[in-house]
């Protein structure tokens, strides 16, 4: 078969325009779906109440009013309860496709999160030292996830074929270190 033919499934041949291609060297098939279910006039589906309040607050909510919607995935919805940041970590904790049981960890952390909490609310001598303790779980796993986050983040700059980065670190201070350490290669940023 000749390189930059366009294939589809049993090698029967197509125009050009087709979405798959054949590498002969290698005899691998690929490429990219050009075309979605849906036609390019459907929308994504706003699902957020805090985005459909935002649309209806900014007058768009009106003009998007008649434009056809795609479907929603299952994983969306716009239930109260519903946290994009709590699915993405089950989605993390999960293995080999078993999210009931990702959901249950991360449920039973939430539970042991809140129990520690309120133990510590009631031992608590004074009315604001029980008032400063926060016993609700999703507030103190963004939290958690925030105190994660680094402030700065190493942008590798390539020059004359060396990286200026130092090696990936995951713990936050050794990355703030190394930022500070490579304060002195910044001017090759601007080359």
């Known amino acids: 078969m000749a390189t930059g033919v366009r294939v589809l499934f049993n090698d029967f041949r197509v125009p050009l325009r087709s979405w798959l291609t054949v590498n002969s060297a290698w005899g691998q098939v690929t490429g990219r779906a050009r075309y979605s279910q849906y036609p390019p006039a ?10 459909l309040e935002e649309l209806e607050r900014s007058g768009d909510a009106k003009q998007l009013e008649y434009t056809p919607v795609r479907a929603a995935y299952n994983t969306h919805t716009s239930s109260v309860f519903h946290d994009p940041l709590v699915r993405k970590f089950t989605n993390h904790i999960m293995k080999t496709g078993n999210k009931c049981l990702a959901r249950e960890l991360v449920e039973k952390a939430f539970q042991e999160v809140k129990r520690v909490q309120l133990q ?27 105190n994660g986050r680094p402030v700065l983040q190493l942008v590798p700059i ?7 980065q130092g090696r990936v670190v995951k713990k936050k201070q050794d990355l703030h270190r190394q930022c500070e350490a490579n304060r002195a290669y910044a001017h090759y940023r601007w080359s």
């Open 42 to 51: 459907y929308i994504k589906p706003v699902y957020l109440p805090a985005k």
């Open 158 to 164: 390539k020059r004359g074929g060396v990286k200026y």
């Open 120 to 146: 510590k609310r009631n031992t608590a001598e004074t009315e604001e030292e029980k008032e400063a303790i926060v016993c609700d779980p999703l507030k103190i796993f963004k939290q958690a996830v925030e």
